[in-house]
Nanobody, 123 residues
Framework: QVQLVESGGGLVQAGGSLRLSCVAS????????MSWFRQAPGKERECVAT????????YYADSVKGRFTISRDNAKNTVYLQMNSLKPEDTAVYYC????????????????WGQGTQVTVSS
């Protein structure tokens, strides 16, 4: 079992930055692929970034490439999402998720989810 707790969301002006953190409990965190998803009102949940357990494989959605950076510290059981140059269209609830099976970017592949943290970007 893996429990995930996100933090770091908030209200920021366009062009600003936020850093999300996700702390995991459980012995097998280091063997899990970790992702950040987001869901805006009326929209489907989308994968923003994914990182393999060795950090050697990383995926970014086209909409965030060059602006967001995903990283992890297995010693601290923590995954991060550094978000720079934020845009109003980045406004959403951001979720941390863990996958013990494969490097995947579809939400159905993830069996562990955090409660979500709200990110609001004002124009």
């Amino acid at each position: 079992q893996v429990q995930l707790v996100e933090s770091g969301g908030g209200l920021v002006q366009a062009g600003g930055s936020l850093r999300l953190s996700c702390v995991a409990s459980g012995r097998t965190f280091s063997s899990h692929t970790m992702s950040w998803f987001r869901q805006a009102p009326g929209k489907e949940r989308e994968c923003v970034a994914t990182i393999s357990w060795t950090s050697t494989r990383i995926y970014y959605a086209d909409s965030v490439k060059g602006r967001f950076t995903i990283s992890r510290d297995n010693a601290k059981n923590t995954v991060y999402l550094q978000m720079n140059s934020l845009k109003p269209e980045d406004t959403a609830v951001y979720y941390c998720a863990a996958n013990s099976v494969s490097f995947a970017t579809n939400w159905a592949s993830y069996n562990y989810w955090g409660q979500g943290t709200q990110v609001t970007v004002s124009s």
